[in-house]
């Protein structure tokens, strides 16, 4: 399944009430077994509303009519008054019959007991789950919906799912692309300074080869060798015979 339906997840606080001559409500402040004078009769109890919460299990997402704060509150009293019936053992209560009303206290059993602990750990752990981020607040006819449209709502949760990964998917993408772009463009710049080292290189050899192909070349002559030292030896040979040039 797409999605969980939380169906009374948690209940209000209830209260005590009378009721006016034109039959409407009043909150009053009563404890079961409160004297309310001869012919005083006991006011009347009035159970909290149950709330009610759906999970898109696929995206972790939470729906509801109530507000965050609502939720939030709700989750939070119900453990507290949860955990103070579960530390007293008993839970006092009253029925009305006609004009008299009664009023006993039950006692919890074992079973009632580990009932009410799990029912504590379920809502702890929503409490910690549903966010801000996550919840959001739909219209009051979205239970009705939800309800009536189940496939339909799961069928929605899945496209949304879809969506998100596809989202994600191009995030990480992107990122894998910018730092092909980042190693790229280093790798430019280490190939460009490269090409620049070679050409210096082959500029450093042109000069010079140039300057060695325009130096002259000057014969390294020494005094009495070559032509010359045949010429002198030929002129102290004809002084010597008396013949001179």
Known sequence: MASSYLKNLYQDDGYYYTSNLLG???KVNYTP????GIGGRAPSWQAGDRQSVVHDTLNNKYYGTQSFDNIYKGLEGNIARTQKLID??????STNMGIY???YRHRYTNKEIKDLNASIANQQKYLSSITKDNYTK???KFFDSYEAYTGDWNNVFKRRKSNADQTERNR????QNEKTRVRNKKIEGQNQTLAQKEREAKES??????KARAKKLTPNLEINTGISAAADKLVQSLNK???GI
């Open 101 to 103: 009303s009664s009023q």
């Open 138 to 140: 739909e219209g009051d």
């Open 33 to 36: 077994g409160q004297w309310m």
């Open 205 to 210: 050899q042109i000069s010079t080869g140039s």
């Open 24 to 26: 409407m409500q009043q």
């Open 88 to 93: 007293q053992g008993y839970q006092d209560r």
């Open 241 to 243: 015979t008396g013949l």
């Open 172 to 175: 990480l993408q992107e990122i």
